[in-house]
């Protein structure tokens, strides 16, 4: 399946975004869908997933609290709600598709959040 993702931007400390994961087919709803970002320097780091019915999410910690993953499988969709966002939240940011316990072989091409102060 392919993976779009969207939604990154500039957003000052504090703000939110919603980052949006579009998948080209019908069958995304059969995959468990996560995010994952890599700040610069750094490696990809895990942030949430969720699984195919939406029913069941899980948060890395430093997302918890602060980020939702939802799901909407009639638009073939995963989003990404990120609100009191801070510096050390920016990166790129990732979207994938797999088992709900990995591995995620499905990616899309990154959407860049910058939190600026």
């Known amino acids: 399946v392919q993976l779009q993702a969207s939604g990154g931007g500039l957003v000052q400390a504090g703000g939110s975004l919603r980052l949006t994961c579009a998948a080209s087919a019908r069958t995304f709803r059969t995959y468990a869908g996560a995010w994952f970002r890599q700040a610069p320097g750094k490696e990809r780091e895990f942030v949430g997933g969720?699984?195919?019915?939406?029913?069941?999410?899980y948060y890395a910690d430093f997302a918890k609290g602060r980020f939702t993953i939802s799901r909407d499988n009639a638009k073939n969709t995963v989003y990404l709600q990120m609100n009191n966002l801070k510096l050390e939240d920016t990166a790129v940011y990732y979207c994938?598709?797999?088992?709900?316990?990995?591995?995620?072989?499905?990616w899309g091409q990154g959407t860049l959040v910058t939190v600026s102060s």
């Open positions: 969720i699984s195919t019915s939406g029913s069941r999410t």
């Open positions: 994938a598709a797999g088992d709900y316990n990995g591995p995620y072989d499905s």
